[in-house]
């Protein structure tokens, strides 16, 4: 495993929002979910494409809490414009298991 310095891991932001809109994104090449996730005043809400469906409906993700990644470039996906990477782990199936807080906190905060 390679180290990297706490300045490299500095530049990457993450951060938390609340899921505010989610809905099916058929037209993706593997079963994907598009989500807007609001991180507050100071970033606003923010779109991504999520490879979630073996876990998650879409209905029933609206006000969760998740960590993304917010300074990434965009990235087109499909017929959608991803803005920020939405973090998860692996089960042991290999499939996405979304990362939250697991008390509420405010929107935006930054990981640390």
């Known amino acids: 495993m390679a180290t990297i310095s706490f300045d490299d891991f500095q530049k990457v932001d993450i951060r938390v929002?609340?899921?505010?809109?989610?809905?099916?994104?058929?037209?993706?090449?593997?079963?994907?979910?598009?989500?807007?996730?609001?991180?507050?005043?100071?970033?606003?809400?923010?779109?991504?494409?999520?490879?979630?469906?073996?876990?998650?409906?879409a209905e029933d993700l609206v006000g969760r809490q998740v960590l993304a990644v917010v300074n990434f470039p965009p990235r087109q996906i499909g017929t959608f414009m991803s803005e920020?990477?939405?973090?998860?782990?692996p089960d042991p199936d290999g499939e996405v298991v979304l990362i939250g807080p697991g008390h509420p906190v405010p929107d935006g905060g930054r990981m640390y």
């Open 17 to 57: 929002g609340t899921i505010r809109q989610a809905e099916p994104f058929p037209e993706a090449r593997r079963p994907a979910i598009k989500l807007w996730v609001d991180f507050g005043d100071g970033i606003g809400v923010k779109k991504s494409s999520a490879q979630i469906t073996r876990h998650y409906r």
């Open 84 to 89: 920020i990477l939405v973090l998860g782990l």
